[in-house]
């Protein structure tokens, strides 16, 4: 048997770090260029975010769009734990970095809920809010365990932090498992008003964070038990991954 945070850092970590890599790579690179081009030329020319809006609401949305993919590609990166000292001094203006990207990302995003609003009307607007507020509460406990030293909890903050910060990213994979399994997306609107676009409103982020709740409370688990697991969210992962980009190419 082995605790969750020893599993975590001796064998799922180092693995599994490049695996993630590799599958968010693609989407971080799309999110970047499509908030640069958004910037440049207006969300109007760029997305199916389609629609006559304030250049202010397009622009805020554009930059939470790279603000977004900085902070999906470095906040993993905070999960390694290394005994060097220069490590350590690392982990810590990462740590600023990626707490004021995620401020940032959600304060475009919320801009564009407020002034705009979602293509999915208000259950979207209420998913993605929420989710904003969440990865606001997140960063701010992380930093304040971090500097009351409190480092079981800033682990813990540390850990729904960057699942939360993989949110984005999530969302599409979902989607992915989903034209994966059936090309018409069953459940699913042009105007994300489906029920499975109901579901994914919220379950983006709540199901990860229900995922790690379990974890860290109730579960005690052989290594096995925990290599299963690991790679049954590796091949969801990775199905999720193609069935999206079969989309966009
Ligand atoms: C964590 C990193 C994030 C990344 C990389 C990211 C990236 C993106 C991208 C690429 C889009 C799609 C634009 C399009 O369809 O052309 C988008 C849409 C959107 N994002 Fe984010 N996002 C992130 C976090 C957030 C957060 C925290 C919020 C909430 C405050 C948020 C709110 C929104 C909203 C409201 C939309 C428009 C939804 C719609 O009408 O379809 N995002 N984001």
């Not at 945070?5 to 499509?34: A, D, E, G, K």
């Not at 989710?131 to 992380?142: I, K």
Request: charge should be positive; glycine fraction near 8%; hydrophobic fraction near 50%.
């Amino acid at each position: 048997m082995c605790t969750f945070f020893t599993y975590l850092h001796s064998y799922l970590i180092p693995r599994s770090l490049i695996l993630l890599f590799l599958l968010i790579t693609p989407f971080v690179v799309l999110s970047f260029y499509l908030g640069l081009l958004g910037l440049s030329e207006g969300l109007i020319n760029v997305s199916e975010l389609n629609r006559l809006t304030w250049r202010s609401t397009n622009d805020s949305l554009s930059l939470h769009m790279i603000t977004g993919s900085v902070l999906t590609s470095i906040a993993p990166l905070q999960f390694l734990r290394s005994r060097f000292q220069k490590a350590r001094v690392l982990h810590r203006v990462l740590g600023y970095i990626v707490v004021s990207l995620a401020f940032l990302t959600c304060i475009g995003g919320i801009i564009y809920i407020v002034i705009h609003g979602t293509r999915g009307g208000l259950w979207m607007n209420m998913g993605f809010g929420i989710y904003g507020a969440f990865l606001v509460l997140s960063a701010f406990f992380v930093v304040y365990y971090a500097r009351k030293e409190n480092l079981r909890l800033h682990e813990e903050w540390g850990l729904r932090f960057i699942l939360l910060s993989l949110g984005s990213w999530f969302y599409r994979v979902c989607y992915g498992v989903l034209i994966f399994i059936d090309p018409t997306c069953p459940g699913h609107t042009i105007d994300f008003r489906g029920p499975f676009d109901f579901f994914m409103n919220f379950a983006f982020y709540l199901l990860p964070l229900l995922f790690l709740e379990i974890y860290l409370r109730v579960y005690k688990m052989s290594d096995t038990q925990y290599r299963l697991w690991i790679f049954t969210l590796n091949f969801f992962l990775f199905i999720g991954t193609y069935g999206f980009y079969k989309v966009l190419i």
